[in-house]
C-alpha cells in the first residue's frame, strides 16, 4: 500500500534554479494538497486541488505554481528558488474537501543555497 | 479563518505517565478537528478527529481527546505514555474547504 508518493526525498538547489516536486496518490482520492513545514509554524498550505482540473491558492502561495495532471498526480514547481524555500516540502491527499481527514507522504527536504 | 493554537512547544514525561497535549481553536461554526502524530523522517498520521456527535472520541494507539465547544479546546490524552510515542503531535481545524494546523508540541519519553 503505497498511499502518497513523493519525489525526490531531498534536493539541494541554487538560488535561481528551478525545480518541480512530484507527488502522486494511489487511493483514488479527489483532493490534492501541497504544505511547507517550517520549524515552530507548523504547516502551511500552499496549493490545493479539490478535484481534478481545479487549483487554488493557499496561506503562501508565492514563488510556487502548480499542476493538478490527473486524478493520481500533482505536482508544485518552484520557478526560480530563493532561500526563503528552504523547508520541508509534503503533499497530501482527502477523499473530497478540505474538512476530510488528509494523508500524508514522507516529504521533501529542499535546500536552497 | 480558522486558527489553532497549541500552547506547549515541548513536553517531557517519564514512561508510563499520563499525558496530555492542550489544542485551542477559533473557528466561528461547529469545526472538524483533528490530532495527527509526525515521527522524525515520516509524514503525519491521523490519531483521531471530530467530526459531530460524542465529544469524547478514541483514535489509534490507545491515544483519546475530548472537543469542549465552551472552552474552544480539543485537547489529547494517553493514560500510559509508551517510548514510542516519543514524537511530534500536530492540532488541526477545517472549516468547509480547508485544514490550519497548529505549530505542533514536541513529546519526548523519559525511561
Known amino acids: 500500500n503505497a498511499g502518497v508518493t513523493q519525489t525526490p526525498k531531498f534536493q539541494v538547489l541554487k538560488t535561481g534554479q528551478s525545480m518541480t516536486l512530484q507527488c502522486a496518490q494511489d487511493?483514488?482520492?479527489?483532493?490534492m494538497y501541497w504544505y511547507r513545514q517550517d520549524p515552530g509554524m507548523g504547516l502551511r498550505l500552499i496549493y490545493y486541488s479539490a478535484s481534478e482540473g481545479t487549483t487554488d491558492k493557499g496561506e503562501v502561495p508565492n514563488g510556487y505554481n502548480v499542476s493538478r495532471l490527473n486524478k493520481r498526480e500533482f505536482s508544485l514547481r518552484l520557478e526560480s528558488a530563493a532561500p526563503s524555500q528552504t523547508s520541508v516540502y509534503f503533499c497530501?491527499?482527502?477523499?473530497?474537501?478540505?474538512?476530510?481527514?488528509?494523508?500524508f507522504g514522507d516529504g521533501t527536504r529542499l535546500s536552497i543555497l | 479563518a480558522q486558527s489553532v493554537t497549541q500552547p506547549d512547544i515541548h513536553i517531557t514525561v517519564s514512561e508510563g505517565a499520563s499525558l496530555e497535549l492542550r489544542c485551542n481553536y477559533s473557528y466561528g461554526a461547529t469545526p472538524y478537528l483533528f490530532w495527527y502524530v509526525q515521527s522524525p523522517g515520516q509524514g503525519l498520521q491521523l490519531l483521531l478527529k471530530y467530526f459531530s456527535g460524542d465529544t469524547l472520541v478514541q483514535g489509534i494507539k490507545g491515544f483519546e481527546a475530548e472537543f469542549k465547544r465552551s472552552q474552544s479546546s480539543f485537547n489529547l490524552r494517553k493514560p500510559s505514555v509508551h517510548w514510542s510515542d516519543a514524537a511530534e503531535y500536530f492540532c488541526?481545524?477545517?472549516?468547509?474547504?480547508?485544514?490550519?494546523f497548529g505549530a505542533g508540541t514536541r513529546l519526548t519519553v523519559k525511561p
Open positions: 488541526a481545524v477545517a472549516g468547509n474547504n480547508d485544514m490550519r
Open positions: 497530501a491527499s482527502s477523499t473530497s474537501g478540505g474538512n476530510q481527514p488528509q494523508h
Open positions: 487511493m483514488n482520492h479527489n483532493s
